[in-house]
């Protein structure tokens, strides 16, 4: 299909647009050049700026699909896809669970309650403006619009530093701390894999609303021994109430939600079901820490202070 994205060269924008010229679909790509900007040579490319300089969307195509992998702005999607609706077949926004009211509760679904409204519109109001983003695209093309909501993402290339951190501080050995328990649930979603479904789900003229978060059966404990695999790192699990106490949060471990966090307790639950049974599949979570492993950068390294975790683990 020719395709157009905006964005592609990012971390889920890169896997999308190496995902189909796989495939074989004819790709454009409209950015503004400042990441990656020879990734993709052969790749024919539209310079702009979704802020405010959409020109070249308006001479370019028509296209048969556009992937919208950097939306966040309401305003801005709503004026890049009133732009495209006369110019592609059909739309489809790359959005993330954090839309959801309420993530106290697991098993949420494609139906429940969104954010409320924003307030100042920072980082803290990143979920309801996504949602605003959603009723941007379908409002502008109604009926022509897929929109994918991805939970935690995963895998080569990542610029998060949230899988990659495990992945690297597995790989220099020791005695590793492991937070909370091994049988706690943990949602990851390859890159590749949610590009392969959302393109696929774009060239079959999918519409709707889907979730597109990991497994429902990953626990941290089968994520840090994939991790740990060949390395021979020990896991040392230290319960959530020491690592409180000793001040620790999720920036200095990456994906560790304490369960006394009511708030976020459905984060790592959410219902992928109608998703998977539109085709998208998980590959396992050995072959995306290797591939993570095989792509790690210098900055991947580990943040936790390494005296710190030396005293929680015993050594």
Not at 70 to 79: L, N
Not at 207 to 234: F, I, Q
Request: with cysteine.
């Amino acid at each position: 299909m020719r395709l157009l994205v905006l964005g592609g060269t990012g971390f889920v924008g890169r896997h999308i647009v190496e995902c189909a010229l796989a495939r074989g679909d004819e790709v454009t790509l409209f950015n503004r050049g400042r990441t990656a900007p020879g990734l993709f040579g052969d790749v024919e490319q539209l310079r702009g700026d979704r802020a405010g300089d959409l020109g070249a969307l308006r001479d370019g195509g028509p296209w048969e699909a556009a992937i919208d992998v950097t939306g966040y702005r309401p305003g801005e999607v709503a004026a890049s896809s009133q732009l495209l609706a006369g110019r592609v077949e059909r739309l489809t926004f790359i959005s993330t669970i954090s839309v959801y009211r309420d993530l106290s509760r697991a098993g949420a679904d494609e139906t429940a309650p969104l954010a409320p409204p924003p307030g100042r519109g920072g980082w803290e109001d990143y979920g309801a403006l996504k949602a605003l983003c959603e009723q941007a695209v379908r409002a502008a093309l109604p009926g022509r619009a897929l929109t994918v909501r991805p939970g935690i993402v995963a895998g080569p290339h990542d610029p998060t530093n949230r899988f990659s951190w495990w992945v690297a501080r597995l790989a220099r050995g020791g005695r590793v701390l492991a937070p909370g328990a091994p049988d706690r649930p943990l949602q990851l979603i390859d890159a590749r894999d949610l590009a392969a479904f959302v393109l696929a789900a774009t060239a079959a003229r999918v519409t709707g609303v889907y979730n597109a978060a990991g497994s429902s059966d990953l626990t941290w404990g089968a994520m840090l021994d994939a991790c740990a695999r060949g390395t021979g790192a020990e896991l040392v699990w230290v319960p959530d109430a020491a690592l409180l106490a000793a001040g620790i949060d999720e920036s200095q471990l990456p994906l560790w939600i304490a369960a006394s966090s009511a708030d976020s307790a459905g984060f790592m639950r959410i219902d992928s079901s109608r998703a998977v049974a539109a085709g998208l599949r998980h590959r396992p979570i050995t072959e995306t820490a290797r591939d993570t492993l095989a792509a790690l950068r210098p900055e991947d390294g580990p943040g936790l202070d390494v005296a710190l975790e030396a005293r929680l683990v015993g050594g």
